[in-house]
């Protein structure tokens, strides 16, 4: 998979994303996908993993929310479900097909 | 919603300083401008190429911006660079445009601030009322106003005595109750009927009712609120719920009478028509008692006939949504097939699914034949509280014994977005159809069809010798009622249960004018009436006081 660090494809995927964020179509797919990982289920189990690590850290000093974000993230990417993964795949390669001729 | 979070120093600490007004300032400004963006995105349809703001140092788009509160840097928060910019600069805050919360920098946290959040909830409802226009009458919505106590409230106020605003306490179990009691934590759960029953509406001294399950909320209500956290044995509740049902015909009261396990479902239904039954303002069209202003929505049924095509529309009032677990024709409708889990929102893309109907079930009002037709339901009018149950009961036959269970799991989430099954949905969806034409309705923003889980009953076990136990949501906090034991649980378990009912209310409330309920204008009329007719006889009397004086004096 090409990285978007490598200075070959930054400019690239950096002037792909402006077009998306701009047209709305970013916007468009994101409702799209949070819909997705709401229903199910992914949303309000990262929630509840996230509280239960805010709460097993107690209060004083307790956990900053980049903390939580740290200890939780590498679980929610790692638990979206393939269908919903692979459904918005498709939905971004029909944009950027979309998008090859103009 | 309140934030039981610590709040910043930082930001307190400016209170009243110019600097704080600035950024208020700004923070406004940012806020406006992202819900501005969202609502006339989804308004206009197509929307425009907008420009947006890019990361002051990395020079992505931001779909997401974060915005330093005390100078124009923009920037994205999961690459760090917001952060970043806040460590050289020395600027203590920023804000997520998305969301409007703020972080600030010293705390090294997101943080509350009262002015912050009045800022943004106002702008909110502004929003709101902004892009919603009446379908008819083209008005837009009536202004928010919040409520400013007058003297007279200030008065009252000053004398009432605080109570702490949560009461947990388990229900004791007086012979299979379970239903009961599970039903009744979800009552005392629901923020509608808590407010009506706590801000003293229907007070069982003052009420005059035989038999008054309204009453008997009120004393519910004051028992678990007050302060004792024994378990408590809703007798008098039973007793009066036998009482009413038996008053109400023979059918009914082999529902509830007797020590037998009954349904948690048919169970609600009944406290509620017996509820309505004994609160003001009762009536039998368009009631503004507490069960229908918090339960009532209503549901459009449209028939098409496919001979002629005329369509046939009813409305009918709803006080919940029973929606079946198994699809009747599976793998039939929309090619989903049962491999797939069961949500809350495939049981209700299914019961709103137009369904077709047999040659001989339909007659045609129009063309007077016995057609095929397609039947399909939506939403007409949402209820401020939305009550859905799963029906894992199965009676094929009438015979008790052939009676089962449906064990398959529910998954239903913490927040739930009613819009695509809204009749005015789905006439966009079919008109979009026919057109050619994605240009639909706006329906209004969507926090107008939010809504959050408050309750879940379960049932657990078989179908004769089950238990139903309850989990309840207090702000952010979740407990689980199983008869007397009252634990504290978390979201996770909540969604994990086997739900049988589930309840959402809406975030957002509708409001409009303060009218006075025609029953308390009654009333005043009858008060004021009843003082004339004293008056009069005061008058009267002295009237003839005087004349015995005066008969008196003439006398003497």
């Known amino acids: 998979m090409p990285s978007r660090n490598d200075p070959a494809n930054s400019a690239l995927y950096t002037q792909l994303h402006r077009r998306m964020v701009e047209s709305g179509e970013w916007d468009r797919l994101s409702t799209i996908f949070s819909q997705r990982l709401t229903e199910t289920g992914w949303v309000d189990d990262v929630h509840h993993r996230s509280k239960e690590i805010a709460r097993s850290a107690g209060s004083e000093p307790g956990k900053t929310v980049r903390q939580i974000m740290t200890d939780v993230q590498e679980y929610a990417e790692g638990s979206v479900p393939a269908s919903v993964r692979q459904g918005l795949m498709a939905l971004i390669r029909q944009y950027l097909d979309s998008q090859i001729d103009k | ?556």
């Open chain 2, 1 to 556: 919603m309140q934030h039981p979070g610590p709040s910043c120093t930082h930001l307190a600490d400016l209170d009243g300083e110019e600097e704080k007004e600035v950024m208020l300032r700004t923070y406004k400004k940012i806020v406006t401008w992202r819900l501005q963006r969202v609502n006339e995105a989804v308004s206009l349809g197509k929307r425009r190429r907008v420009s947006s703001p890019t990361c002051g140092t990395c020079g992505v788009t931001l779909s997401r911006p974060f915005v330093c509160l005390s100078c124009s840097y923009t920037g994205c928060w999961m690459e760090g660079h917001v952060y970043g910019h806040l460590r050289e600069s020395g600027h203590g805050f920023c804000v997520d445009a998305r969301t409007g919360s703020i972080f600030c920098m010293e705390c090294d946290d997101f943080v509350y601030d009262q002015s912050f959040k009045n800022v943004y909830e106002s702008l909110l409802t502004n929003a709101g009322e902004k892009y919603t226009t009446f379908r008819l009458s083209r008005m837009t919505r009536e202004a928010y106003k919040p409520w400013i106590p007058d003297y007279k409230d200030t008065g009252a106020l000053d004398k009432s005595v605080s109570l702490p605003c949560q009461g947990r306490r388990g229900l004791l179990n007086l012979g299979q109750t379970c239903y009961l009691n599970s039903i009744l934590q979800s009552f005392l759960a629901n923020p509608l009927l808590r407010n009506y029953f706590l801000s003293d509406k229907h007070n069982f001294k003052a009420c005059k009712n035989k038999d008054c399950t309204c009453c008997e909320m009120d004393k519910l209500f004051s028992e678990i609120y007050s302060g004792d956290s024994k378990p408590f044995g809703p007798t008098s509740f039973l007793s009066t719920t036998w009482r009413a049902s038996s008053s109400s015909g023979p059918a009914s009261s082999e529902l509830c009478a007797g020590y037998a396990q009954q349904d948690a479902h048919e169970f609600f239904i009944s406290a509620l028509n017996q509820i309505h039954a004994t609160a003001k303002g009762s009536t039998k069209a368009s009631c503004i008692c507490i069960v229908h202003t918090t339960f009532d929505g209503s549901l459009h049924s449209e028939v098409r006939c496919e001979r002629c095509g005329n369509v046939n529309a009813t409305s009918d009032p709803m006080m919940d949504i029973s929606l079946e677990i198994e699809g009747k024709h599976m793998g039939g409708h929309g090619g989903r097939g049962d491999g797939e889990e069961a949500t809350l929102l495939s049981c209700l893309r299914r019961y709103t699914h137009p369904e077709r109907l047999g040659a001989n079930d339909y007659s045609c009002p129009k063309c007077g034949k016995n057609s095929h037709a397609s039947k399909r339901l939506s939403i007409h009018r949402l209820p401020p509280v939305l009550s859905f149950q799963f029906k894992r009961f199965e009676h094929p036959t009438s015979d008790k014994s052939s009676a089962r269970k449906i064990e398959k799991r529910v998954r239903f989430p913490s927040t739930l977005n009613m819009a695509e099954f809204t009749t005015l949905a789905q006439r966009n969806s079919s008109e979009g159809k026919v057109n050619g034409t994605s240009r639909a309705t706006y329906a209004g923003p969507a926090s107008m069809y939010e809504y959050d889980l408050f309750s879940v009953v379960c049932h657990e076990g078989s179908i004769d010798n089950g238990h139903y136990t309850c989990f309840t949501r207090h702000q952010d906090e979740w407990y689980r009622y199983d008869d007397d034991k009252v634990t504290h649980s978390t979201l996770g378990d909540c969604l994990a249960s086997q739900a049988y009912m589930c309840f959402y209310v809406k975030r957002h409330l509708d409001y409009k004018p303060y009218v006075l309920p025609s029953y308390i204008q009654a009333r005043e009329a009858e008060m004021q009436k009843e003082k004339e007719r004293e008056l009069q006889k005061m008058r009267e009397m002295q009237a003839m006081e005087r004349e015995v004086d005066d008969e008196l004096l003439a006398s003497i």
